[in-house]
């Protein structure tokens, strides 16, 4: 379906136009401010509805006090009306009957992408990512992927930040598993010594009784009894540990518990290191399934045109970024994402078209024909240019 004929009356810039296109290409063209930019929005606000409002606060033209679009799209004729802040809008079938939602059939002809296909040129990276999402559907929302990714990448950032500053713990040392207790050890000291000071003077006891019994065999007899029971301690008498084996201990019981505090600080510092390894690992496998959720719904996603997809920088074509594709690649992309978003309403709107060179031109008026579209071009001329030439809001 496409343009068989256009008549406007008072619309932004026009006076009255009627205008029946021949060929793929229409070319409206004129010198600056006389309305060829005035006849494209004609177009689009007889058809786009509430988005071609928002975008043309003033469709009357100054000191008038009404404005009319007439399209007649062959099956459809469509006439939209404006009388001070009021429009009003028909659709009506080829036999003349009339549509009950006129902006309903329209919307269904009308594509995602705008008319204008080189608007999609001069966005930025992050609004070509935008309108390109716009047109397909997926099965992931990636605002959430992207949030969910950036938290685990700043946990894992924080986490091998904490693991370079810890370093790698030092070596353990040859060391007891517990530290060694300082009074334990002068208690058997003073035990020892205790020890050895009573075994001395029952030696010396037993000494003395022995000399007495030497010189008092009188009395044997009678000391008989202590003897037995003083030899009887003396049998009972255990091994005394080595007093100065344990003041040896002393001594290095201090470089000791020091090894052992090293050693359980190295242990814990291990433990820590592993654990951070463990969550650094985690959140790298997190990062990876959610860059492979992305990367599936992606690979799943129906683009408009082969070739098109993005990366974390825009948009890009085939595997290179849109920018840096030149610009006849630019524009047959672009120029393809209307045609295939606007598979019933063949008609496409380039405004700026002076900004094309001849390869470029040459290269839009091939598409047009050969996808069949009716491809309407504003450029800035004179009376002598070739097209629709306007001046003073009417055709010349």
Do not use: C
């Amino acid at each position: 379906m496409k343009i068989i004929s256009l008549t406007a009356e008072n619309v932004k810039r026009l006076r009255a136009v009627e205008i029946t296109p021949d060929g793929n290409i229409v070319t409206i063209t004129g010198r600056n401010a006389q309305g060829k930019t005035s006849v494209l929005d004609a177009i689009w606000l007889a058809l786009g509805g509430g988005a071609a409002s928002k975008s043309t606060s003033k469709p009357i033209r100054d000191g008038e006090d009404h404005a009319s679009v007439r399209l007649n799209l062959g099956d459809l004729v469509v006439s939209r009306t404006w009388t001070g802040d009021k429009t009003a809008l028909t659709v009506t079938a080829a036999d003349g009957a009339r549509y009950t939602s006129p902006q309903g059939v329209l919307d269904a002809l009308i594509g995602r992408l705008s008319f204008d296909p080189l608007e999609f040129t001069r966005l930025s990276a992050r609004d070509q990512v935008t309108a390109l999402l716009d047109l397909v559907n997926l099965d992931v929302d990636l605002s959430d992927l992207a949030h969910a990714r950036q938290v685990a990448f700043d946990h894992r950032t924080d986490i091998g930040r904490q693991g370079k500053a810890l370093g790698e713990p030092g070596d353990l040392v040859p060391a007891p598993t517990e530290e060694v207790s300082a009074s334990d050890l002068i208690a058997q000291i003073r035990k020892a010594q205790q020890d050895v000071s009573d075994q001395e003077r029952e030696r010396d006891e037993l000494r003395a009784g022995e000399e007495k019994v030497a010189a008092l065999k009188a009395d044997i007899e009678a000391w008989a009894p202590v003897i037995e029971a003083r030899q009887s301690k003396v049998k009972a008498h255990k091994p005394v540990p080595d007093v100065e084996a344990l003041e040896g201990d002393l001594r290095s019981v201090e470089a000791t518990n020091r090894a052992v505090r090293h050693n359980a600080e190295v242990t814990k510092d291990k433990a820590h290191k592993a654990d951070m390894l463990t969550q650094y690992a985690i959140l790298t496998g997190k990062i990876a399934a959610l860059d492979k959720t992305k990367a599936d719904a992606l690979a799943a996603a129906t683009f408009p045109v082969d070739g098109l997809g993005f990366d974390d920088d825009g948009v890009t074509f085939e595997g290179i970024p849109f920018s840096q594709a030149s610009s006849a690649e630019q524009i047959r992309v672009s120029l393809a994402m209307a045609m295939s978003l606007n598979p019933k309403l063949r008609v496409i709107r380039i405004l700026d078209g002076s900004l094309l060179d001849a390869d470029n031109l040459a290269l839009i008026g091939e598409m047009a024909t050969a996808q069949d579209y009716q491809v309407w071009i504003e450029r800035v001329g004179d009376a002598s240019s070739v097209g629709v030439v306007i001046e003073d809001g009417a055709v010349l």
